[in-house]
């Protein structure tokens, strides 16, 4: 497993970076982290190369992998280089992913920016980018040399990126601890504690990932709410309503698969309740329309889950505990749709 650091990048990075010996250094940002974060670290960097790109999950594809490995083939980087990943998910997955592919693999070090890639998309060694439409479809498992989380960072986003990275933190607390749960969901999302609940989801996504690395088993469990929720974010995609960020998409699928287990007799409908009602305070509603439920349905047919053609969930079978390879059908995931779309009226 990956070195965790959650700590100043002041600290952490030239701790880092002393204890290696890296022919290279290149660093990959977007347009807003290499304005608001990259300086923050630039003065403590050896001689580096910086990569910038464009920001948003619609760069998040093969043609932006080949001006990154470009830009290191231009710089003459061998294999015992290393590439700093500075950004959200986007930049962690993309640039972790051109990394472990560049001459069969070189070194790199997430260090993540956004409270949706701390708690979540930095650590656990996924990485890939888009294809088709279909979010992470090409990919790898590779662990990076070391994950450096620094919560000042938070401050430079707003509401609305907290608001998406929380969902994978409210995520979490289902899944595997209870007594979480109930502490998060009587605070408001402006009264949270975002050290504490950084440290508590990287705990939790370490340990499970220490268990089952490249998701044969356990590991699906940090899928609850994405079978629909992934599904829903690439039909937004391609829509002229307001793009969803990943965690606005999760919310919704987080309520979908909780009435998919009520509807299992796997929890009840307090359960259901309490994630229905905390959700829709945090996030609002996504307005779906009639016709945007069987084009969703169809996005789900190429989850990484499945197998044989067949749907497979993670799905809650209780507080803090949580299942996982269930089969669901069509008609299941419609139902759930249909009682999320319910809850708007």
């Known amino acids: 497993m990956s070195t965790v650091s959650i700590a100043p990048l002041a600290e952490s990075l030239p701790a880092f970076l002393d204890s290696n010996d890296f022919s290279d250094i290149a660093v990959i940002a977007d347009n807003h982290t290499s304005r608001f974060c990259y300086p923050e670290l630039k003065s403590f960097l050896p001689k580096h190369t910086l990569i910038r790109l464009k920001s948003g999950e619609e760069q998040k594809h093969i043609a932006t992998c080949e001006l990154i490995w470009d830009a290191l083939t231009r710089a003459n980087f ?35 920016t956004t409270l949706l890639s701390q708690v979540d998309a930095s650590v656990g060694g996924k990485l890939g980018i888009d294809f088709r439409g279909f979010k992470n479809h090409i990919g790898v498992f590779k662990q990076p040399e070391a994950v450096l989380i620094d919560t000042t960072f938070l401050a430079t986003l707003p509401e609305r990126e907290l608001r998406s990275g929380f969902a994978e933190v409210i995520k979490h607390c289902l899944i595997a601890d209870a007594t979480m749960w109930d502490e998060i969901r009587r605070r408001d999302l402006e009264e949270q504690d975002w050290s504490t609940l950084v440290a508590h989801s990287v705990a939790v996504k370490q340990r499970i990932v220490e ?80 016709g945007d439920i069987e084009p969703i349905l169809s996005l789900t047919l190429q989850d990484k889950k499945n197998r044989g053609h067949q749907v497979r969930m993670a799905l809650l079978d209780g507080p803090g505990s949580c299942a996982f390879d269930i089969p669901v059908t069509a008609s299941e995931m419609r139902r759930g749709l249909e009682f999320y779309r319910g809850l708007n009226k």
Request: some cysteine; charged content about 20%.
């Open 211 to 290: 268990q089952d690395p490249t998701e044969k088993g356990l590991r699906k469990i940090l899928n609850f709410g994405h079978t629909l929720g992934h599904a829903v974010e690439t039909y937004f995609l391609t829509q002229p309503r307001k793009r969803l960020l990943h965690g606005e998409a999760i919310a919704v699928g987080m309520i979908a698969e909780a009435y998919i287990a009520v509807h299992k007799k796997m929890i009840d409908e307090i359960v259901l309740t309490q994630i229905e009602e905390y959700i829709f305070a945090v996030y609002g509603n996504v307005r779906l329309l009639d």
């Open 78 to 112: 061998d294999r015992h280089a290393l590439v700093l990943n500075l950004g959200g998910g986007v930049i962690g997955d993309m640039g972790g992913f051109c990394a472990a592919t560049y001459k069969r693999g070189i070194a790199f070090a997430q260090l993540p």
